[in-house]
Nanobody, 125 residues
Framework: AVQLVESGGGSMQAGGSLSLSCAAS????????MAWFRQAPGKAREGVAA???????TYADSVKGRFTISKDNANDILYLQMNSLNSEDTAMYYC???????????????????WGQGTQVTVSS
């Protein structure tokens, strides 16, 4: 089965930066869509950023211009660089993987078939 392991979460003051990583096993990141989702306490899980197998990216409006999703195809690692963090970014962040190269709704959960266990990001103001 596909395994996804996130790392890089932590605590940061507002305005700072964090970089998340997602190491994939039994999965080739350059062949299908992957994404980062997040879930804050008491809120629904939401899509943050997605990248297709061929590198096309999609971002939620709330993170455009601040977050960057990227892949290391050689090592099957997905990244999320987060800059200008604010308290609204506090959440558990999850990596997700699909089997399709492109999804109709890349920031919707239903297209993804494997999920990591999450890494916590806490931003204090």
């Amino acid at each position: 089965a596909v395994q996804l392991v996130e790392s890089g979460g932590g605590s940061m003051q507002a305005g700072g930066s964090l970089s998340l990583s997602c190491a994939a096993s039994r999965y080739t990141v350059n062949r299908a869509s992957m994404a980062w989702f997040r879930q804050a306490p008491g809120k629904a899980r939401e899509g943050v950023a997605a990248v297709t197998g061929d590198g096309y990216t999609t971002y939620a409006d709330s993170v455009k211009g601040r977050f960057t999703i990227s892949k290391d195809n050689a090592n099957d690692i997905l990244y999320l660089q987060m800059n200008s963090l604010n308290s609204e970014d506090t959440a558990m962040y999850y990596c997700a993987a699909a089997f399709r190269e492109r999804l109709v709704s890349p920031l919707a959960q239903y297209g993804y078939i494997a999920w990591g266990q999450g890494t916590q990001v806490t931003v204090s103001s």
